[in-house]
């Protein structure tokens, strides 16, 4: 099974600033096969990035998505009040699995 | 409009079986490339994949929990069914089940879980 790492677990920045979160998987993973997902309390998880750098329909462009082989990046240039949420790494290259999550929080 | 919500029994005891259903619209499981998951998020933690079945019936598990997981589908009531034995209170969560759907583009193609439902609690305890 590929396991995710995600660093940092909790990142504070305040609105305008810049978020750089990132993920590094136990074994390569295709960027084909890495995506990234956002998730506010008490709802749902919502595709940000897929392919490792595309972004999902009605994604901002202020989200990017980096990276290839074992280790991927998530940016996001001037943080928005609502961009303050849970990001958690994905692979479907073996199975499926998720990484522990980055609390984004306002400081 | 794409639509999944889940339903599942809120409170049950250890070692009784989970039976969930996800009921949905705006989608044809029988579509090439459609594909339904099961995935739980226990109380302050992070997300489990549990289970995917596709258009032709093809059925995939969570290693760890494979011997315990049922995936089935029921084309024409669009519905897609996880049964899990055994519970236990580990396995409290809020059970989401989620479209995964192909999109190809540029000579790749990619998989991604776009919709999802809003999830529904279960509690296991005595």
């Known amino acids: 099974e590929i396991v995710l790492t995600q660093s940092p677990g909790t990142l504070s920045l305040s609105p305008g600033e810049r978020a750089t979160l990132s993920c590094r998987a136990s074994?390569?993973?295709?960027?084909?096969?890495f995506a990234w997902y956002q998730q506010k309390p008490g709802q749902a998880p919502r595709v940000l990035i897929y392919g490792a750098s595309h972004r999902a329909t009605g994604v901002p462009d202020r989200f990017s998505g980096s990276g290839s082989g074992t280790d991927f990046t998530l940016t996001i240039t001037r943080l928005e009040p609502e961009d303050f949420a849970v990001y958690y790494c994905h692979q479907h290259g073996l199975s499926f699995t998720f990484g522990p999550g980055t609390r984004l929080d306002i400081k | 409009q794409v639509t999944l919500t889940e339903s599942g029994p809120a409170l049950m005891n250890p070692t009784q079986t989970l039976t969930l259903t996800c009921s949905f619209s705006?989608?044809?499981?029988?579509?090439?490339?459609?594909?339904v998951s099961w995935i739980r998020q226990s109380p302050g933690k992070a997300l489990e994949w549990l289970a995917l079945?596709?258009?032709?019936?093809?059925?995939f598990y969570s290693p760890s929990l494979k011997t315990r997981l049922t995936i089935s589908k029921d084309t024409s009531r669009n519905e897609v069914v996880l049964r899990m034995t055994n519970m236990g209170p580990g396995d409290t969560a809020t059970y989401f089940c989620a479209r995964n759907q192909q999109i190809c583009a540029n000579n790749a193609c990619y998989r991604l879980f776009d919709h999802w439902g809003q999830g529904t609690p279960i509690t296991v305890s005595a």
């Open positions: 079945i596709d258009w032709d019936d093809d059925k």
């Open positions: 705006g989608f044809s499981l029988s579509t090439r490339g459609m594909c």
């Open positions: 074994q390569t993973v295709s960027s084909d096969y």
